[in-house]
């Protein structure tokens, strides 16, 4: 689950980090009054929605007096801004962001994530940070570092000293950036999150370490122990076609593609999905109904299924285990019932009551495709849509 930048910060300073002074407001007026109250001598404005590169999209403004803030801020809310994270379509801007002003003396970048091939937590840092990270990474790698971290309860000074050398910091700044270092660890741990992303990292001219943005995203497994943390979650940030599988327990992750999902099992989900790519297609979704999947909940995974409008066929490939294929098929012939599926449908049974699962769907009446396995499956449905 991921949160706004305003929230994010809060969280951040709860924790002990340094954060400028903010606020934010859903509507301009309410925004206007709050912002009164900073003490600075510009106004920084920043749009808020779940993705990055909003400065290149004209999403953060430097004003220098209340009047342009007023001005800058109605011309924002309700704006959609493109950026390389949110696709073509873009993101509606629904919530502003004004914080101080903040003399800029070094930006640097500083990440902290789970690394699950070392089941380590990772920090990436580098000298460069700001809004051209993704071409340090490309054009000049060695710019950036990552420690690796064992999950304590505490990050040691030592492991600390690794992670900001490539800062080159004085003596008298080290300790802030220490400290820094310390506090999105314990928040990182604490909060059960995948990922704090803080870019950029600033030194102020007053040798302040301060954290200028912040991006945090949290596992969504663990939210049960965070009511507080789920009660940041925005809707207006998610698709709906993803909202709606949530209240099924489904995991489901739309795509740009044409050919619909349904597997149970994360791993052959994604082998689905590249054998799909392999017969030159794209997936529309990623959907993994789980392996004990009620008809109810299969039913649900269809209809989610078809409400994308780039839908043009879709494959179900079930392997039974805790899953039986009975059950399935009886959910894609009650889904059916409920909504036309004008699409090519391609199924793939195998394993526990594969043979009643076969016989419910060829009983149904249901103009649909049998395939002996994933490959043929992949290869029936690519041929159908075209």
Do not use: W
């Amino acid at each position: 689950m991921n949160i706004h930048e305003h929230q994010a910060k809060q969280i951040l300073k709860k924790y002990g980090a340094v954060v400028p002074e903010g606020v934010f407001a859903l509507t301009v007026d309410k925004l206007v009054e709050k912002a009164k109250s900073l003490k600075t001598e510009k106004f920084v404005l920043k749009a808020q929605i779940h993705a990055g590169g909003r400065g290149k999209a004209g999403g953060v403004k430097i004003l220098n007096t209340i009047e342009e803030l007023s001005v800058a801020a109605k011309e924002l809310l309700g704006k959609t801004l493109i950026t390389h994270q949110t696709g073509p379509e873009g993101r509606e801007v629904k919530r502003l962001y004004v914080e101080v002003s903040s003399n800029i003396d070094k930006e640097f970048y500083l990440s902290c994530l789970v690394d699950r091939a070392s089941s380590k937590i990772a920090f990436i840092s580098s000298d460069q940070g700001g809004m051209d990270i993704e071409e340090v990474a490309n054009k000049t790698p060695e710019k950036i570092i990552t420690t690796k971290i064992e999950i304590n309860e505490e990050i040691s000074d030592t492991d600390c000293e690794k992670i900001i050398e490539i800062f080159n910091l004085s003596d008298d700044v080290k300790n802030q950036a220490i400290s820094l270092i310390k506090s999105v660890y314990k928040m990182f741990i604490s909060t059960d999150a995948n990922m704090v992303e803080v870019n950029p990292l600033i030194l102020t001219k007053e040798k302040k370490i301060i954290c200028l943005d912040a991006k945090v995203s949290f596992d969504s497994n663990a939210l049960f122990k965070h009511p507080e943390i789920m009660e940041l979650r925005d809707l207006n940030e998610e698709n709906p076609a993803e909202i709606e599988a949530s209240k099924h327990d489904l995991a489901y992750i739309k795509l740009d593609g044409s050919i619909g999902c349904m597997v149970n099992g994360a791993g052959l989900a994604m082998a689905t999905m590249d054998i799909i790519k392999l017969y030159g297609k794209e997936p529309a979704n990623f959907l993994d109904v789980g392996g004990g999947a009620s008809k109810e909940k299969v039913s649900a995974a269809l209809k989610i299924i078809l409400s994308d409008k780039n839908v043009k066929g879709i494959l179900i490939n079930i392997f039974g285990g805790i899953m039986r294929c009975d059950v399935l098929a009886q959910g894609v012939v009650d889904a059916a019932k409920e909504i036309d599926i004008s699409v090519p449908l391609v199924v793939r049974l195998a394993g526990t009551n594969f043979k009643e699962g076969k016989k419910i769907l060829d009983n149904s009446g249901l103009k649909l495709i049998s395939a002996e396995n994933l490959d043929d499956a992949a290869q029936k449905i690519v041929k159908a849509i075209k």
